[in-house]
């Protein structure tokens, strides 16, 4: 990645970074015009405090010996991605020049040669505005995950989840919910050790609405109930965990439930209500850690104030969103300290 210009101070040298990366965009106000204040000014002001707390997360335990191919895999996923990617790279909203002069690579051949099968999470802190006050500032945790991506017959996932009938290979797709949900469980932990704090965990149905847009109605069902398999089983092996599915369209059933003793479906709940189950509360102190719907290739936040899914809402505090706006478009790996990587 090629480093701003010089500048007079470190804050100025942020704010010009930041303004490069938001020129990236063709909107002129990617994050909005209100939020994109917001979150400058936490990053130009408070750089070390936000991002310090950044870590990708992986499906390896501590103590893994990482070789060094696996570490230019990781990297190479986590640098060599498109801004925008809807099933396949949205060029029109963003400029491919401003892109490779900033971060020094080629948009046209890079994240091609990315191992699509390589899956992780990056979990951060992020500043949460609550109020006009400057002073009404107050933290979470974000966990960037995601899903199968089956939006189109032409993604990678597709091609690897989906049989030549058009079904879910239901044996494959499983598996990987199971190692999504310990991505989002993990990071969840991480956040409980950073804060000293016990963890609550609040979970959208990721990968279940537009994800599975190529599938007919049939394997949506399927995937649903591997969904609520596959975190019922995470949630056993994480009981240190306390955890929310956030069902707001009410799509796994109309009631709201304890399906184990840390893990409630909330039916019609809103991953950023603020307020918190009585259960939690009651308990001693918490850190709410969300996690996002996140791209396989995309920049956190995607297409942001134009993404009408949970990726955009959670970092450009638009559509539901707007309860709750915070920095997580923070954590796209190239605002934070280098040192955020498992080996280091």
């Not at 335990?61 to 696996?70: L, M, N, P, Q, R």
């Not at 699509?116 to 006009?132: C, D, K, N």
């Not at 979470?140 to 989906?162: M, P, S």
């Amino acid at each position: 990645m090629n480093p701003p210009p010089p500048c007079h101070n470190a804050e100025q040298k942020r704010g010009d970074f930041f303004d490069r990366v938001m020129g990236i965009y063709t909107d002129r106000n990617p994050l909005g015009h209100a939020h994109t204040s917001f979150v400058r000014k936490q990053y130009v002001e408070d750089a070390d405090y936000l991002t310090r707390d950044t870590r990708v997360i992986t499906a390896f335990e501590d103590g893994h010996v990482w070789t060094a191919d696996e570490k230019r895999r990781l990297k190479n996923s986590c640098f060599h991605r498109y801004p925008v990617y809807y099933g396949r790279p949205v060029g029109h909203m963003y400029n491919k020049k401003k892109v490779e002069d900033l971060f020094g690579y080629n948009l046209d051949t890079d994240p091609k040669n990315v191992d699509p099968s390589l899956r992780y999470a990056i979990v951060g802190q992020a500043a949460v505005e609550t109020g006009t006050n400057p002073l009404s500032i107050s933290y979470i945790y974000v966990v960037h995950a995601w899903g199968v991506n089956l939006e189109e017959t032409t993604t990678d996932d597709y091609k690897t989840f989906v049989d030549a009938q058009g079904n879910i290979r239901m044996d494959l797709y499983s598996k990987q919910l199971y190692d999504m949900f310990r991505l989002c469980f993990k990071g969840a932990r991480y956040a409980a050790k950073k804060t000293g704090r016990r963890a609550f965990l609040r979970i959208p149905l990721i990968g279940m609405g537009q994800f599975l847009s190529a599938v007919d109605h049939r394997n949506k069902q399927l995937a649903i109930s591997s969904f609520l398999d596959s975190i019922e089983r995470v949630s056993n092996e994480f009981p240190d965990v306390r955890a929310n599915v956030e069902d707001f369209g009410s799509t796994i059933t109309p009631d709201a439930y304890f399906i184990t003793k840390t893990l409630f479906i909330n039916s019609g709940g809103d991953l950023f209500d603020k307020n918190v189950p009585e259960d939690v509360s009651s308990a001693g102190p918490f850190v709410t850690v969300l996690v996002n719907a996140w791209d396989s290739k995309s920049f956190i936040g995607n297409g942001l104030a134009q993404d009408s899914t949970i990726d955009g809402f959670m970092t450009s505090a638009t559509g539901p969103g707007k309860s709750l706006p915070n920095t997580s478009f923070l954590h796209n790996l190239f605002f934070c300290d280098p040192k955020v990587f498992p080996w280091e």
